[in-house]
């Protein structure tokens, strides 16, 4: 599939500062993915569309979430977790993606899950350490995130779920999930 159609979408989907943050997770993705084994052309592509449900209103976000056959523990949580199922949804019905591991990097890159493929860590891991982003801890994340991509998943959604305690907000149950693979599962960081 050509690049510039979906990023002419994004133009216009996008403020032109989350768009750029978008190109930034493209590219890290990409780098990731061969560093990973994973193919460059999915992990660009996913992380295009990650967040092109972005920008919608939160409105527009909780109906197309309830048409949809997506988790409908959603709409209990906050609305920032919904533009990721929603984006699935987008990148299937606008672009006709159909592989389900591109659509699952897309839906699953705020929350995580257990059991993620190496794409959609991939995602998440770039999603929140691209060279854009300044918090607290980006650059230890980033450190670690130089050695396996368990270790980097790992740290990543220990950050998040800590950050997320932090400022005492529900917490999705597949971010638990995501987590506890790596308490549960020996051998794997
Ligand atoms: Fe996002
Ligand atoms: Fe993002």
């Known amino acids: 599939m050509e690049l510039a159609p979906i990023k002419s979408e994004l133009a216009k989907r996008l403020t032109s500062s989350r768009y750029e943050h978008v190109l930034r997770v493209a590219q890290l993705s990409k780098e990731m993915a061969k560093q990973h084994g994973v193919s460059e052309i999915a992990a660009e592509q996913a992380a295009l569309f990650h967040d092109i449900a972005k920008c919608m209103k939160k409105e527009e976000l909780l109906q197309r979430l309830q048409e949809a056959d997506e988790d409908k523990r959603l709409v209990d949580f906050h609305h920032e977790l919904w533009h990721g199922p929603v984006g699935a949804i987008i990148a299937q019905e606008t672009f006709g993606i159909i592989d389900e591991d591109i659509l699952n990097a897309v839906r699953f890159h705020t929350t995580g899950r257990a059991n993620m493929s190496r794409l959609e860590k991939i995602v998440f891991i770039a999603d ?22 368990d270790e980097a998943m790992y740290a990543c959604i220990s950050h998040s779920i800590e950050y997320l305690v932090s400022k005492r907000v529900a917490i999705f149950p597949d971010s638990f999930d995501c987590y506890n693979e790596y308490m549960l599962k020996e051998g794997i960081i």
């Open 128 to 149: 929140l350490i691209e060279p854009g982003r300044q918090f607290p801890g980006v650059n230890e994340l980033r450190e670690r995130s130089k050695g396996s991509i």
